[in-house]
């Protein structure tokens, strides 16, 4: 008897109220993409194509999310084949990259698993359901198909940021939840700061609000090399006037900006900063 019949057995025999269709009772468990209540509705029109172009130049750790991400989205939009495709990428970062660390998989697993679901594919279904399972309880969870993990939480506050602002404020709650295990982790330090960044700019209400400067400091220190967090550092530090320190990070960004071209969308906004610190204007 294989393991998905095993735990089914185990988790509902003695259950009174049965579901009629327990493998997605089971789906409804799990970590990933498909149960964290990321709405149709709420896809920014263009945003695989967005995800698309990041992927280009980011770093192979943030690829692995990107595509669990495109997957989810191409899934949406009713593309289930095409998301299977970013599964795989996902899947061959993974074996490139955490061949070792078999947790880092649960996610996808979790999101090839549902896919197959609405493919009705239920065989392959079961089979990533096995490859949870089997995971889960070589670590001692206390479920058969989840596991509660840092990473998992921060993959989580990535896939609810790209959803857009109604969703920044519980990204900050999974941010923060991943801190709690891992306080100085560079990854979720900055992830945090550049959510807290949004939420300034998202709550403000007519003021400034400047609430991410904490962050962003922290997640600079733990990323000296990462020239986008000191963007973001930067032109905080412009709405709240500090010029002096604005200026260091500025010298520090001109450095480093042509090297990492995901920050050259900043270049008019930190012109303009330039121009100012150097010419006497005010921050107002």
Same mark, same amino acid.
């Given at each position: 008897?294989?393991?998905?019949?095993?735990?089914?057995?185990?988790?509902?025999?003695?259950?009174?109220?049965?579901?009629?269709?327990?493998? %997605?009772?089971?789906?409804?468990?799990?970590? =990933?993409?498909?149960? @964290?209540? /990321? $709405? *149709?509705?709420?896809?920014?029109?263009?945003?695989?194509?967005?995800?698309?172009?990041?992927?280009?130049?980011?770093?192979?750790?943030?690829?692995?999310?990107?595509?669990?991400?495109?997957?989810?989205?191409?899934?949406?939009?009713?593309?289930?084949?095409?998301?299977?495709?970013?599964?795989?990428?996902?899947?061959?970062?993974?074996?490139?990259?955490?061949?070792?660390?078999?947790?880092?998989?649960?996610?996808?697993?979790?999101?090839?698993?549902?896919?197959?679901?609405?493919?009705?594919?239920?065989?392959?279904?079961?089979?990533?359901?096995?490859?949870?399972?089997?995971?889960?309880?070589?670590?001692?969870?206390?479920?058969?198909? %989840?596991?509660?993990?840092?990473?998992?939480? =921060?993959?989580?506050? @990535?896939? /609810? $940021? *790209?959803?857009?602002?109604?969703?920044?404020?519980?990204?900050?709650?999974?941010?923060?939840?991943?801190?709690?295990?891992?306080?100085?982790?560079?990854?979720?330090?900055?992830?945090?700061?550049?959510?807290?960044?949004?939420?300034?700019?998202?709550?403000?209400?007519?003021?400034?609000?400047?609430?991410?400067?904490?962050?962003?400091?922290?997640?600079?220190?733990?990323?000296?090399?990462?020239?986008?967090?000191?963007?973001?550092?930067?032109?905080?530090?412009?709405?709240?006037?500090?010029?002096?320190?604005?200026?260091?990070?500025?010298?520090?960004?001109?450095?480093?900006?042509?090297?990492?071209?995901?920050?050259?969308?900043?270049?008019?906004?930190?012109?303009?900063?330039?121009?100012?610190?150097?010419?006497?204007?005010?921050?107002?």
């Amino acid at each position: 008897m294989d393991l998905f019949l095993q735990n089914f057995k185990k988790d509902f025999i003695f259950d009174s109220e049965i579901p009629k269709d327990p493998l %997605k009772a089971i789906l409804l468990d799990l970590e =990933c993409y498909f149960t @964290w209540n /990321l $709405l *149709k509705e709420d896809i920014l029109f263009d945003v695989d194509d967005t995800i698309e172009q990041q992927l280009e130049f980011v770093t192979r750790e943030s690829r692995l999310t990107l595509y669990n991400l495109l997957a989810y989205v191409k899934h949406l939009k009713g593309q289930n084949e095409d998301a299977l495709e970013c599964l795989e990428q996902a899947e061959d970062i993974m074996q490139r990259e955490h061949s070792d660390r078999e947790v880092r998989r649960l996610v996808t697993w979790g999101n090839y698993a549902w896919v197959y679901y609405h493919m009705d594919q239920l065989k392959e279904a079961r089979k990533h359901l096995d490859k949870l399972g089997t995971v889960c309880r070589k670590l001692f969870s206390p479920s058969n198909y %989840k596991l509660e993990m840092p990473e998992t939480d =921060c993959e989580k506050g @990535w896939a /609810l $940021l *790209k959803f857009g602002g109604k969703y920044y404020h519980r990204s900050k709650a999974t941010f923060e939840k991943a801190l709690e295990a891992e306080p100085d982790n560079p990854e979720f330090n900055i992830s945090y700061a550049i959510t807290m960044y949004r939420l300034d700019d998202t709550d403000r209400h007519g003021c400034i609000k400047s609430f991410s400067l904490g962050p962003l400091r922290k997640a600079v220190t733990l990323n000296p090399g990462n020239a986008y967090i000191k963007v973001l550092l930067a032109l905080r530090l412009q709405d709240v006037q500090a010029e002096d320190e604005g200026e260091k990070y500025i010298e520090e960004i001109l450095d480093q900006v042509f090297s990492q071209l995901h920050v050259l969308s900043f270049l008019p906004t930190l012109g303009s900063y330039i121009f100012i610190v150097n010419y006497g204007g005010n921050f107002c």
